[in-house]
T-cell receptor
Framework: ETGVTQSPTHLIKTRGQQVTLRCSSQ?????VSWYQQALGQGPQFIFQ???????GRGNFPPRFSGLQFPNYSSELNVNALELDDSALYLC???????????FGPGTRLTVT | QKEVEQDPGPLSVPEGAIVSLNCTYS??????FMWYRQYSRKGPELLMY????GNKEDGRFTAQVDKSSKYISLFIRDSQPSDSATYLC???????????????FGQGTRLTINP
């Protein structure tokens, strides 16, 4: 059974640019949640997707957006990057929106 | 005030010691309680998942939940150097429709087990 995978592992962007991060959910999981983890902090909830629809959102501005595809993989898009967007972005999948979440290895984004 | 409070440490103990990690929370609506382990530059790994007050044991790990005091704990027995990591407590809150859950995390406690 393949776990949650994310790509790329690490990337560097310039302030004002746009970035797309990708996540493949664990086999059999239909729900994907995205979290942002700043250095030395716990992850913060960005949003959740269930069957291709946004199912809930945290306190993040609209320039953070997402998609979920029919195979339940997902993308996180961030527009107009700011220095404070530098963080580890984590994707978590679950078999259903109410069940436990399993995390991928994360994508480390550095904004200069 | 944060919804979930966790002492960031660092915590350093000798190999074989019993480790106690704790979190307090303020939101009585939290439904599920979890502990994750995160190694440096890796994603969090789910260790324990509980719903009700009481204890849950899995090998060397015991999770304890006291909903009346809004307090959860993780105990690690016979600690090993490979247990050195950051431990994150997490609690689930309902969002959106169909009882969907988001996780609210503590800051994480950095633990080092010394050989």
């Amino acid at each position: 059974e393949t776990g949650v995978t994310q790509s790329p592992t690490h990337l560097i962007k310039t302030r004002g640019q746009q970035v797309t991060l990708r996540c493949s959910s664990q086999s059999g999981h239909n729900t994907v949640s995205w979290y942002q983890q700043a250095l030395g902090q716990g992850p913060q909830f960005i949003f959740q997707y269930y069957r291709e629809e946004e199912n809930g959102r945290g306190n993040f501005p609209p320039r953070f957006s997402g998609l979920q595809f029919p195979n339940y993989s997902s993308e996180l898009n961030v527009n107009a990057l700011e220095l404070d967007d530098s963080a580890l972005y984590l994707c978590a999948s679950s078999p259903d929106p109410i069940y436990e979440q399993y995390f991928g290895p994360g994508t480390r984004l550095t904004v200069t | 005030q944060k919804e979930v409070e966790q002492d960031p440490g660092p915590l350093s103990v000798p190999e074989g010691a019993i480790v106690s990690l704790n979190c307090t929370y303020s939101n009585s609506a939290f439904q599920y309680f979890m502990w994750y382990r995160q190694y440096s530059r890796k994603g969090p790994e789910l260790l324990m998942y509980t719903y009700s007050s009481g204890n849950k044991e899995d090998g060397r790990f015991t999770a304890q939940v006291d909903k009346s005091s809004k307090y959860i704990s993780l105990f690690i027995r016979d600690s090993q150097p490979s247990d050195s990591a950051t431990y994150l407590c997490a609690m689930s809150a309902e969002i959106g429709i169909q009882g969907a859950q988001k996780l609210v995390f503590g800051q994480g406690t950095r633990l080092t087990i010394n050989p």
